[in-house]
């Protein structure tokens, strides 16, 4: 069975803090995804890669940025955490090209800035 | 029309009842169609995947209508153990996924 292991349940972060949220799989997936879910807005895309060293724009990139050194792991940078970065946060990755083989979520990172 | 659209609900139907969801999106080459399952402070689940021949899975049924964009989730005989939030999921390019914002179900003793 597919683990997308998130380190974090909870997190509260100052504003203006680098917070790195990370994400690691267990099962060799190329792609590997990064969300958020706000209550109105549903799930929105931050930044996906499709290999190692590779790394795409979502739709809300803004403040954000990504690094992938190994296959297994996606982390997330909020370079300088604000307010309106929280919100809860879903690492994903897939075996395929998404579009071809389901998403397999972990159980999200709720993260508080205060 | 926005990229993918669903009615938030909620649904509350009785134990037993049929429920239809319907969800429309605007790309029309889109080629991929999913329904996810949500439920209440969990992660996102691949329910099924929505085929252009229509798919059944137990109580599930998922169609497609291209001509009209939009699919369909269909579940018979709810279980309490069905209330949750359902996303319709369709592919945006080769390697992403647009997320509709859910419809919630909620099923009655």
């Known amino acids: 069975d597919v683990k997308v292991t998130q380190s974090s349940r909870y997190l509260v972060k100052r504003t203006g803090e680098k917070v790195f949220l990370e994400c690691v799989q267990d099962?060799?997936?190329?792609?590997m995804f990064w969300y958020r879910q706000d209550p109105g807005l549903g799930l929105r895309l931050i930044y996906f890669s499709y290999d190692v060293k590779m790394k795409e724009k979502g739709d809300i990139p803004e403040g954000y940025s990504v690094s992938r050194e190994k296959k297994e792991r996606f982390s997330l940078i909020l370079e300088s955490a604000s307010t309106n970065q929280t919100s809860m946060y879903l690492c994903?990755?897939?075996?395929?090209?998404?579009?071809?083989?389901?998403?397999?979520f972990g159980n999200g990172t709720r993260l508080t800035v205060t | 029309r926005k990229e993918v659209e669903q009615d938030p609900g909620p649904f509350n139907v009785p134990e037993g009842a049929t429920v239809a969801f319907n969800c429309t999106y605007s790309?029309?080459?889109?080629?991929?169609f999913f329904w996810y399952r949500q439920d209440c402070r969990k992660e996102p689940k691949l329910l099924m995947s929505v085929y252009s021949s229509g798919n059944e899975d137990g109580r599930f049924t998922a169609q497609l209508n291209r001509a009209s964009q939009y699919i369909s989730l269909l579940i018979r005989d709810s279980k309490l153990s069905d209330s949750a939030t359902y996303l319709c999921v369709v592919n945006k390019g080769y390697s992403t996924l647009t997320f509709g914002k859910g419809t919630m179900l909620l099923v009655s003793p």
């Open positions: 994903a990755s897939s075996s395929e090209a998404a579009q071809y083989s389901p998403l397999h």
């Open positions: 790309n029309s080459a889109s080629q991929s």
């Open positions: 099962m060799d997936h190329e792609n």
